[in-house]
């Protein structure tokens, strides 16, 4: 049975395929919910009525949340939000699939210098409380990022990146037993 990307999300909180049904019980979870809402604004993104249905009650959400996602971000399967509360993300930046955010992350621009531009964040990346991403850089697959870090250059695969400024400690086993219920 193939199934659908919202399906993939909540599967990564529980470990459970979930019907419609029970993907709806569980959006009293404000991370759940978010996450629902803003797979449907990012599916009817382009579409007249729908789209523009979608993004008005994607916006309620950030208001309500303090989640900044944007229907324009790629973001792969599997995306889990681990705490409510604020998060910004630029809507240029791509996310891969099986990553996991935590609560006051931001992941944005930079605007001048040799790494002007939006982060791209690889497969399997746990970010943890209040790192701060910034710039035209890419942070590979397995890669633990933790809390309080800030992050402004390219992290390889296969690390922990600790800090502020960030050091990188290669690590095979970074997001293990972090990075549950993958898809």
């Known amino acids: 049975m193939g199934y659908t990307l919202i399906q993939k999300d909540f599967y990564r909180e529980s470990g ?58 790629e973001i792969g399967e599997g995306f889990y939000l681990g705490h409510w509360g604020s998060l910004v993300i ?47 850089i890419t942070v590979g697959s397995n890669v633990l990022i933790a809390p309080n870090s800030y992050i402004n250059f390219d992290v390889p695969a296969n690390s922990v990146v600790m800090g502020n400024p960030g050091t990188i400690y290669p690590n095979e086993r970074a997001t293990e037993a972090y990075i549950n219920h993958k898809v």
């Open 16 to 73: 459970q395929w979930l019907s419609s049904f029970e993907i709806w019980k569980k959006c009293i979870n404000p991370n759940l919910h978010f996450i629902y809402v803003l797979r449907k604004a990012q599916k009817y993104y382009n579409k007249p009525v729908l789209g523009e249905f979608w993004k008005f009650v994607l916006r309620h959400y950030q208001i309500k949340y303090g989640y900044q996602i944007y229907p324009e971000t």
């Open 90 to 136: 630029n809507p240029k930046v791509k996310i891969g699939k099986n990553c996991n955010i935590a609560q006051g992350v931001t992941i944005g621009q930079q605007n001048r210098g040799k790494l002007q531009g939006f982060p791209t964040i690889s497969d399997e990346v746990w970010i943890g409380a209040n790192a701060v991403i910034v710039g035209g």
